[in-house]
Structure formats: structure tokens, C-alpha cells
């Protein structure tokens, strides 16, 4: 177990979002949190990733309890954050977005640099193009690549697919999985269900802040409840 | 009509380094700076203190450099007045804007707290220096060398040149070449990016001010060795700093000391055709005009 939800509450002045939602994510693993609008995915992501404090339960990472710390030190424990909007740096250059990615990093990361480049070819041939000049796919390329420059444990992704043309959407799931392949464990929040389920290990189901159902990605495509109520079957 | 254009270079160019400051202050901390015109003031004033006290005293020579009407006291003044203007607009960041920053204060309150700063500086400078012009050198001479097509400029405004040149030319490597820097372009563009990258933004403030501070104590002090000081002297700059600002897109380093040369150039060319007592309505005809016909100013795209 790399990540560890137990019992969270959290929510926007007095208002609760979250009711006492667990998760867990194991080393590796792809986890898949769907639902419909509302329902709180995104609010969970910031609850892990300390934009917001809960007001109940833990957050652990490696059994280390890190639970309300703020985002800039959330950074530096292992865990990396994609926001589904305003995800890069607009007046700066692909090159220069990932260097803030690793801006806390003090050793030399030109390797790492490499290994993003590898994984997202077309970035390196536009490296020296401001990043508000590319389309939203390639900007999507470049958020992740940010997130991925301090090497994290865990990558959280707010709706990656958000926005995108069709024929885009499958081609950043087969990034996610390829950055999922190096050792990078994932937990993903869409809207596109059928997508994200497809290549979860393990997949949840949240509901007016609850969750209400937790199974492997297939199983949950199985599902019938599922089916009828999140893939439109 | 020429030699006009290149005073109003000279002046730009001054302007540039004032709104340069207010552009990077807006660019990160998302306010109106209206203390920035006073902290010139408080530039041009510290350097005064500096040439007629402490180096006065030091026993630091006091000729001046071939034709310029300054010596190395200026010379070192200027260094030390840039790092003490840059510590008092972050004096006035921890005392007063952090704290409205952290209560989730608006822009306008922002705005007016730092009017209110403004008022404090300009204050000041007339209790310690009274409300009289003043020199760094009384009753000195300053002859003009006679350039081709009639231009007479003075040693001192192509030194004036010359200084602004490679201040920005310092400022620009800082922001591309340099991580802090880099850093400064980040937080300018997304704060809430900057903080989940791990970026430290306070610390990214802190030089803001300090650059910003020094930038506008440099414009004060060539200004006074330009002209003359007076305690008004950094208000009377705020309209073409906000003019300079706005027409190179707010936030924009390099929009901002091309829209210092442009509005300089508009300012001492209208004395041709105006009384130079219009000359800040000029810098407002300008800043409404490009407010109306083009508000996001000539580098920002039509997203902004």
C-alpha cells in the first residue's frame, strides 16, 4: 500500500463535499474514481493533495501520515498533482515548464528530462515553443510532464481527458498507461468512464460525495449498476 | 524635432525603469502599485543622503568624471540606494500587503493600502528634506555636446543611457537564464501552478520587491542627475509609469520599456506643439486611448 485514504471528510466553508471516503492505492497500480458531476473526484484529489484540509481521517503515504500538510511540501514527500485547468505556464516554453517541475530537485535531472522527452516525443521537437502557442492535447503532454519531473510515487490527474478531441482522449490514456508502465502509480479522476475503467487496476464509484462502490476496473465494467447509470449502456 | 525625440528617449527611458518595477509588482502580486512613482522619490533622496552625509564624511572624493556632473560618491550612492529602496518596498510587503495578502484582501484595498504607502513616503522626504528643488550638485555647469542634425544632449543622458541599457539588459538575463528568475516568470503566470510545482512564492515576492525597488530607486537618481529632486517628483511619474505599464500589456517586462520609450518620446515631442505643462495629460491621452481601442496593450494576445 503506497497510498493510504482513511475516512474523509472534507468539504468548502461549511459545506461537506466528501463523507467519510476510503482509498487505497497499492504500488503501481492505475486507480479509476468516477461518477457523476458533483460527486466530489476532484475534491478528493485536492483533499490529497493538501489544497484543501479535511475536517476528519488521514491521509497516509508510505505509513507516514501527511495529513494537512500544504501543497509545497506534499511536493517533496512523492506525490505529484496535474489540476484539470490551468495545468502550465502559458508565457513560458515546454523546456522551461518542465524546469519548474523540478524546480525543488538540487541534483542534476537531465536524465529525467530525457525520459519525459522519450516518453513524449513531440515535446522535445517543440521544446523552445511557448506553451500557449499548443493545441490542448500537446498542453495536456506538458502538464503531465511537469508533474512527472520530480519523479513521484504517485501522479494524480484531475480529467486529463477534459476537453479533448476524441480521437486525443484515447491517445493520452495510452500515455497515462505508458507513464503508469515506468513505476509511476496513478490515481485518475474522469468523466469519461468507460475509458478509465478500461485500464484501472482498481476503479471507484463516488456518489453525492460517497463512495458507493469499489471493484477491479473490469469488474466495475461489468457491472450492471454501473453500466446503466456511468456508461451510457 | 529630432533633438525632442531623443530627450524624450532620455525621459523614456527613465519612465521604462519605474514601470518595469510596476509591471513585475502587478504581474505577481496582482495590485495596482500606486506607492511605486514615491519609492523613485525615496531613491532619488537616498542617494542624496548618501552624496552630502555618510560619503561626505568618508572622505570620498568628490571631482566628478570628466564631463559629467557626478563622481564616485553618485557612483557608489546609486548600489546602496537600490538595495534600500528594494528593502523598503518589502518593508512595506511584510508590514502591510502580506498581511492583507494573507486576509484574501482585495485588489482595491491592495491598491489603496499602497496609495496610503505613497502618501507615507512623500511625507517623509519633506519632513527630512523639506519641499524645496534640490541638486546632488548646486550651481554646477552641465554643457551640452553638439551631436549631428542639431541634437545637444548633455554627457549625463547618454550615461543615463547607458545605465538604463544595462540594467535591463541584467534584468532580462536574471529572468531567462537564472532559476529564481525563471521562477519569478512562473509565478507571474500561474501562482497556483508555481505552489504545486513547489515553488516557494513568498520568496518569489521578496524579490519582486527588491527588484522592483531597486529599478525604481535607479529611475529616481537618474532623474535627479537629469533634472533636479523634489519631493513630488515620484508621484508626477505615476501616471506615465501606469501609461508605460499598460500600453506594453500589464505585466509584461518588455512591454513595459517599450511603452517607457514610447510614452517619453509622446511627452517631450507634444512640447513642440504644447505647453510642457500638458505633458502628463499627454501620458493620459494615451493610457485612455489604448484602454479604449486595445485594453490587454500591444503584447497581450486576445486570450488576456
Redesign the interface.
Known amino acids: 500500500m503506497i497510498l493510504n485514504i482513511e475516512d474523509i471528510t472534507a468539504g468548502y466553508s461549511e459545506v461537506d463535499i466528501l463523507h467519510q471516503v476510503n482509498l487505497q492505492v497499492r504500488v503501481g497500480e492505475i486507480v479509476s474514481i468516477i461518477g457523476p458531476n458533483g460527486a466530489g473526484k476532484s475534491t478528493l484529489l485536492k483533499t490529497i493533495?493538501g489544497?484543501l484540509q479535511p475536517r476528519q481521517g488521514k491521509v497516509i503515504l508510505n505509513d507516514e501520515d501527511i495529513t494537512g500538510l500544504r501543497?509545497?511540501k506534499i511536493?517533496?514527500k512523492g506525490i505529484s498533482?496535474v489540476?484539470q485547468v490551468?495545468?502550465?505556464?502559458?508565457?513560458?516554453t515546454i523546456q522551461?515548464n518542465l524546469?519548474?517541475?523540478a524546480?525543488?530537485r538540487t541534483d542534476d535531472y537531465r536524465h529525467r528530462l530525457d525520459q519525459i522527452y522519450d516518453l513524449f516525443p513531440i515535446l522535445r521537437e517543440r521544446r523552445k515553443h511557448k506553451v500557449?502557442q499548443l493545441s490542448g492535447g500537446q498542453r495536456q503532454m506538458v502538464a503531465m510532464g511537469?508533474a512527472l519531473m520530480?519523479d513521484p510515487q504517485v501522479l494524480l490527474l484531475d480529467e486529463p481527458s477534459a476537453g479533448l478531441a476524441p480521437l486525443l482522449v484515447s491517445h493520452i490514456f495510452e500515455q497515462i498507461r505508458e507513464i503508469n508502465v515506468t513505476g509511476v502509480a496513478i490515481v485518475i479522476v474522469e468523466q469519461n468512464a468507460q475509458e478509465a475503467l478500461k485500464m484501472a487496476h482498481h476503479g471507484y464509484v463516488l456518489a453525492m460525495g460517497r463512495k458507493v462502490l469499489d471493484d477491479t476496473g473490469d469488474a466495475l465494467l461489468e457491472n450492471e449498476e454501473v453500466g446503466r447509470l456511468y456508461l451510457g449502456g | 524635432m529630432v533633438e525632442l525625440f531623443v530627450y524624450g528617449i532620455v525621459l523614456g527611458s527613465i519612465i521604462s525603469l519605474g514601470a518595469i518595477g510596476l509591471t513585475l509588482i502587478y504581474g505577481i502580486l496582482r495590485f495596482a502599485n500606486f506607492a511605486h512613482g514615491d519609492l523613485m522619490t525615496a531613491g532619488a533622496y537616498v542617494a542624496l543622503f548618501m552624496v552630502t552625509g555618510p560619503f561626505s564624511w568618508l572622505g570620498i572624493p568628490d571631482h566628478t568624471f570628466g564631463a559629467l556632473s557626478f563622481g564616485w560618491r553618485m557612483l557608489l550612492a546609486l548600489p546602496v540606494s537600490m538595495v534600500a529602496v528594494g528593502g523598503l518596498g518589502l518593508l512595506f510587503d511584510r508590514i502591510v500587503f502580506r498581511k492583507l495578502r494573507l486576509k484574501g484582501s482585495g485588489v482595491v484595498i491592495l491598491a489603496m493600502a499602497s496609495l496610503g504607502a505613497s502618501f507615507i513616503i512623500r511625507m517623509l522626504v519633506l519632513i527630512l528634506w523639506g519641499a524645496d528643488y534640490r541638486f546632488y550638485r548646486p550651481g554646477l555647469l552641465r554643457p551640452a555636446l553638439e551631436l549631428p542634425l542639431g541634437v545637444k544632449i548633455r554627457p549625463d543622458q547618454i550615461l543615463i543611457l547607458l545605465m538604463v541599457s544595462f540594467l535591463v539588459s541584467v534584468l532580462h538575463l536574471f529572468l531567462q537564464k537564472t532559476k529564481m528568475g525563471k521562477a519569478m516568470r512562473a509565478t507571474a503566470d500561474n501562482m497556483d501552478l508555481a505552489r504545486i510545482s513547489g515553488i516557494d512564492t513568498e520568496r518569489v515576492i521578496i524579490w519582486t520587491w527588491m527588484i522592483g525597488g531597486a529599478l525604481a530607486a535607479a529611475g529616481g537618481i537618474l532623474y535627479g542627475i537629469d533634472v533636479q529632486l523634489h519631493a513630488g517628483m515620484g508621484w508626477n511619474f505615476l501616471l506615465p509609469l501606469f501609461a508605460a505599464a499598460i500600453l506594453g500589456t500589464i505585466g509584461n517586462m518588455y512591454g513595459a520599456l517599450v511603452g517607457g520609450l514610447v510614452i517619453g518620446v509622446a511627452q517631450q515631442v507634444s512640447t513642440a506643439f504644447l505647453l510642457p505643462t500638458y505633458k502628463p495629460a499627454v501620458a493620459f491621452m494615451i493610457m485612455i486611448l489604448i484602454l479604449i481601442i486595445r485594453p490587454q496593450g500591444i503584447f497581450g494576445g486576445s486570450h488576456s
Do not use: C, H, K, W
Open positions: 493533495f489544497l501543497p509545497e511536493v517533496r498533482y489540476p490551468d495545468n502550465v505556464f502559458p508565457s513560458m522551461e524546469e519548474m517541475g524546480f525543488i500557449g511537469r520530480l
